[in-house]
């Protein structure tokens, strides 16, 4: 039932629409009776009682009939349609605004295939099922009904007698339904495995034809499409078992008119019209009994895609604002980490961090690989939540702060480069969609990117593909620091910004950010001396804890970490063998 309320909050507000589609129904199957019933009429008055006058007159009332009918039929679908398709809209919006709300650790946890199959495949499964499966549902009852009481108005008893098949239906229809139901949610499933894999796929194509993987991956899709295969044969089995007995008990209903209607008229309990009557409505009454087990599969690839909708819609982020949350009117950038620690599926990233940044200084953050850098500066924006200790925005803990108003002054230019399928003036912009020109342009000159964008063949027009293809990993990165320039942001954080370009354009880039850095509090994340080597502080990250601090002279006289890198970094060592 839970499926069947959260879909009816959405239909609801078609409630006009559902009623008129209603009506037009009722009389779509009203005049479903027309055919059959002047069929026999024509029998009994034109050809037994030889009135030749009335055939013109019986005529003209079966084909008005049609005509009605036909209208009816017209108007239901195209109202129908309408209102499935803005059900459909309706959904799907809020699906997608849900998904934005969600968190980091959501998506760290689902796979995007699985995302991708609930709002387009589960969805198109659900609005079939209300503009196919349930609009029939109510069309065939309503049929059922008239049929039922021009029947039992002719002969109540011969009408009891075709009915005696109908428990053996439902009885089979619900065995099968049964038996089918675990093996339609395991399809379901395995139909998402399988969009993840070809997702996948195309995200990494070109790791994958870079290790010459082709093979591995045929192999890997060859194996869910299997289980696929596998999965919809089992089903299909069942479906094939009781297909046939249920069509056969439909069958039998034409055998008890054929048998018991010629009786009844050969004894002259029936007229030949009335017999005519019979085995038109027998028609009509066997549609929906020879759907039972068309609807029984409908009805389950309904609750199975439903289910996964509303789990969906019912997940909720972790990271949610305090009811009293703060929304300061101006941030001056000092940030503080008090004894912070992180874990993350069980693994503790960070350990007790201690950090206190001043508004305006310009922090360096390094370490192996692995570390915890880019983890410590997502707790800054609030990614995710650190599991002990605190961590400040000017005095306030970031918990207390509004989301998007301590997202609006913090700036990143994040290691994994992220570009959109639009135009480069677009990707820039997209954080302050309503910049100028001319703004834009200043941000990519501070980033190192305008003169190559100029170089391209639409300038700042350009499309680029998606995830940047058709520019270089350096020009990624660069058209994404230009993107983070121009917010203009109280807090600047930069992940590794220049890994993909040379040490020329890395040191024009630093000295185009000069004037940027001065009065923003600003983290650089680097494997580079060169990046980080001019900032106030340099806090160096091993295994999770902060190893080393201090500015590039006091850790040089360490003879630490630091040390180490610089020396390898400048060719004085080849190894990092000094470092614990």
């Given at each position: 039932?839970?499926?069947?309320?959260?879909?009816?909050?959405?239909?609801?507000?078609?409630?006009?629409?559902?009623?008129?589609?209603?009506?037009?129904?009722?009389?779509?199957?009203?005049?479903?009776?027309?055919?059959?019933?002047?069929?026999?009429?024509?029998?009994?008055?034109?050809?037994?009682?030889?009135?030749?006058?009335?055939?013109?007159?019986?005529?003209?009332?079966?084909?008005?009939?049609?005509?009605?009918?036909?209208?009816?039929?017209?108007?239901?679908?195209?109202?129908?349609?309408?209102?499935?398709?803005?059900?459909?809209?309706?959904?799907?919006?809020?699906?997608?605004?849900?998904?934005?709300?969600?968190?980091?650790?959501?998506?760290?946890?689902?796979?995007?295939?699985?995302?991708?199959?609930?709002?387009?495949?589960?969805?198109?499964?659900?609005?079939?099922?209300?503009?196919?499966?349930?609009?029939?549902?109510?069309?065939?009852?309503?049929?059922?009904?008239?049929?039922?009481?021009?029947?039992?108005?002719?002969?109540?008893?011969?009408?009891?007698?075709?009915?005696?098949?109908?428990?053996?239906?439902?009885?089979?229809?619900?065995?099968?339904?049964?038996?089918?139901?675990?093996?339609?949610?395991?399809?379901?499933?395995?139909?998402?495995?399988?969009?993840?894999?070809?997702?996948?796929?195309?995200?990494?194509?070109?790791?994958?034809?870079?290790?010459?993987?082709?093979?591995?991956?045929?192999?890997?899709?060859?194996?869910?499409?299997?289980?696929?295969?596998?999965?919809?044969?089992?089903?299909?089995?069942?479906?094939?078992?009781?297909?046939?007995?249920?069509?056969?008990?439909?069958?039998?209903?034409?055998?008890?008119?054929?048998?018991?209607?010629?009786?009844?008229?050969?004894?002259?309990?029936?007229?030949?019209?009335?017999?005519?009557?019979?085995?038109?409505?027998?028609?009509?009454?066997?549609?929906?009994?020879?759907?039972?087990?068309?609807?029984?599969?409908?009805?389950?690839?309904?609750?199975?895609?439903?289910?996964?909708?509303?789990?969906?819609?019912?997940?909720?982020?972790?990271?949610?604002?305090?009811?009293?949350?703060?929304?300061?009117?101006?941030?001056?950038?000092?940030?503080?980490?008090?004894?912070?620690?992180?874990?993350?599926?069980?693994?503790?990233?960070?350990?007790?961090?201690?950090?206190?940044?001043?508004?305006?200084?310009?922090?360096?953050?390094?370490?192996?690989?692995?570390?915890?850098?880019?983890?410590?500066?997502?707790?800054?924006?609030?990614?995710?939540?650190?599991?002990?200790?605190?961590?400040?925005?000017?005095?306030?803990?970031?918990?207390?702060?509004?989301?998007?108003?301590?997202?609006?002054?913090?700036?990143?230019?994040?290691?994994?480069?992220?570009?959109?399928?639009?135009?480069?003036?677009?990707n820039i912009a997209y954080g302050v969609p309503n910049a100028d020109i001319e703004d834009i342009q200043h941000a990519a000159a501070a980033a190192g990117a305008h003169n190559?964008?100029?170089?391209?063949?639409?300038?700042?027009?350009?499309?680029?593909?998606?995830?940047?293809?058709?520019?270089?990993?350096?020009?990624?990165?660069?058209?994404?620091?230009?993107?983070?320039?121009?917010?203009?942001?109280?807090?600047?954080?930069?992940?590794?910004?220049?890994?993909?370009?040379?040490?020329?354009?890395?040191?024009?880039?630093?000295?185009?950010?000069?004037?940027?850095?001065?009065?923003?509090?600003?983290?650089?994340?680097?494997?580079?001396?060169?990046?980080?080597?001019?900032?106030?502080?340099?806090?160096?990250?091993?295994?999770?804890?902060?190893?080393?601090?201090?500015?590039?002279?006091?850790?040089?006289?360490?003879?630490?970490?630091?040390?180490?890198?610089?020396?390898?970094?400048?060719?004085?060592?080849?190894?990092?063998?000094?470092?614990?």
């Amino acid at each position: 039932m839970r499926i069947f309320k959260f879909f009816w909050k959405y239909l609801k507000k078609y409630r006009l629409f559902l009623v008129i589609i209603l009506l037009f129904m009722l009389i779509n199957a009203l005049f479903g009776l027309v055919t059959p019933y002047l069929s026999g009429v024509i029998v009994d008055e034109v050809i037994v009682n030889k009135k030749k006058d009335l055939l013109l007159k019986l005529i003209i009332l079966l084909l008005s009939g049609v005509l009605v009918k036909s209208v009816a039929r017209y108007f239901s679908l195209m109202l129908i349609e309408k209102t499935t398709q803005n059900f459909l809209f309706d959904v799907r919006n809020d699906m997608y605004s849900r998904m934005q709300k969600m968190d980091f650790s959501y998506f760290d946890r689902t796979k995007t295939g699985n995302i991708m199959t609930r709002i387009t495949g589960d969805l198109q499964v659900v609005r079939n099922f209300i503009a196919g499966s349930a609009t029939t549902v109510f069309e065939s009852l309503f049929s059922f009904v008239f049929v039922m009481i021009l029947m039992i108005r002719m002969n109540f008893l011969f009408t009891i007698l075709l009915l005696a098949v109908t428990p053996f239906i439902g009885y089979f229809t619900f065995s099968m339904t049964k038996k089918t139901r675990n093996l339609r949610f395991e399809w379901h499933e395995q139909i998402t495995r399988l969009n993840s894999v070809v997702q996948e796929n195309i995200s990494g194509n070109r790791v994958v034809k870079a290790f010459c993987n082709e093979d591995f991956e045929i192999e890997k899709f060859s194996k869910e499409n299997e289980g696929y295969k596998d999965h919809h044969g089992e089903w299909v089995k069942v479906w094939k078992k009781y297909l046939p007995l249920i069509n056969f008990l439909g069958g039998m209903m034409t055998v008890v008119i054929i048998l018991v209607g010629g009786i009844l008229v050969i004894k002259g309990k029936l007229s030949y019209g009335e017999l005519v009557i019979y085995t038109g409505l027998t028609g009509t009454l066997s549609v929906p009994i020879n759907m039972a087990n068309w609807l029984s599969d409908q009805v389950q690839r309904f609750f199975t895609s439903g289910e996964k909708i509303i789990e969906l819609m019912n997940a909720e982020p972790r990271i949610v604002d305090d009811e009293n949350c703060i929304v300061p009117e101006k941030y001056s950038g000092e940030v503080e980490f008090r004894d912070v620690s992180f874990s993350y599926n069980g693994e503790r990233v960070l350990k007790e961090i201690n950090m206190h940044v001043k508004p305006g200084q310009t922090i360096g953050i390094m370490g192996p690989t692995g570390s915890g850098k880019s983890t410590l500066v997502s707790l800054i924006c609030r990614f995710y939540d650190c599991n002990e200790g605190k961590i400040l925005i000017d005095g306030l803990n970031v918990k207390q702060l509004q989301k998007k108003s301590l997202r609006s002054n913090v700036a990143i230019a994040m290691q994994d480069t992220f570009l959109f399928s639009d135009t480069i003036e677009g990707n820039i912009a997209y954080g302050v969609p309503n910049a100028d020109i001319e703004d834009i342009q200043h941000a990519a000159a501070a980033a190192g990117a305008h003169n190559f964008i100029l170089e391209l063949s639409d300038g700042y027009d350009t499309i680029v593909g998606e995830r940047g293809v058709g520019l270089s990993g350096g020009q990624r990165q660069r058209v994404s620091l230009a993107r983070a320039l121009l917010k203009n942001a109280t807090i600047m954080i930069f992940d590794d910004i220049t890994s993909s370009v040379d040490i020329e354009t890395e040191q024009m880039i630093q000295e185009s950010l000069k004037s940027v850095y001065s009065g923003k509090t600003t983290f650089i994340i680097s494997h580079r001396i060169s990046s980080v080597r001019k900032a106030d502080v340099i806090f160096v990250l091993d295994k999770g804890r902060i190893i080393e601090k201090g500015t590039h002279e006091e850790l040089m006289k360490n003879k630490g970490y630091y040390h180490s890198v610089f020396m390898i970094q400048s060719g004085k060592n080849k190894t990092l063998s000094e470092v614990g």
